[in-house]
């Protein structure tokens, strides 16, 4: 898929958990583990906006387009 989250990069910077996050956010850790390992198929703005205001990022910090074909 070419969209990458790097919601497991900006967690290490934060030096947070995904127990802590969950509850900082009021998403299950399942979610959020799905979320992280890049297994969710999308994702809520509202949810985004959550994040964001949690790890103090924004939008791109946690999502990366990479394309698949040569340029």
């Given at each position: 898929m070419?969209?990458?989250?790097?919601?497991?990069?900006?967690?290490a910077?934060?030096?947070?958990?995904?127990?802590?996050?969950?509850?900082?956010?009021?998403?299950s850790?399942?979610n959020?583990?799905?979320?992280?390992?890049?297994?969710?198929?999308?994702i809520?703005?509202?949810?985004?906006?959550?994040?964001?205001?949690?790890?103090?990022?924004?939008?791109?910090?946690?999502?990366?387009?990479?394309?698949?074909e040569?340029?």
């Amino acid at each position: 898929m070419p969209i990458i989250v790097r919601l497991d990069a900006i967690m290490a910077r934060r030096k947070m958990r995904l127990q802590e996050l969950s509850e900082k956010v009021d998403i299950s850790e399942a979610n959020l583990s799905i979320l992280k390992t890049g297994k969710a198929r999308a994702i809520r703005f509202s949810t985004l906006e959550s994040l964001c205001k949690v790890l103090e990022c924004q939008p791109g910090d946690l999502l990366e387009f990479v394309s698949e074909e040569p340029l």
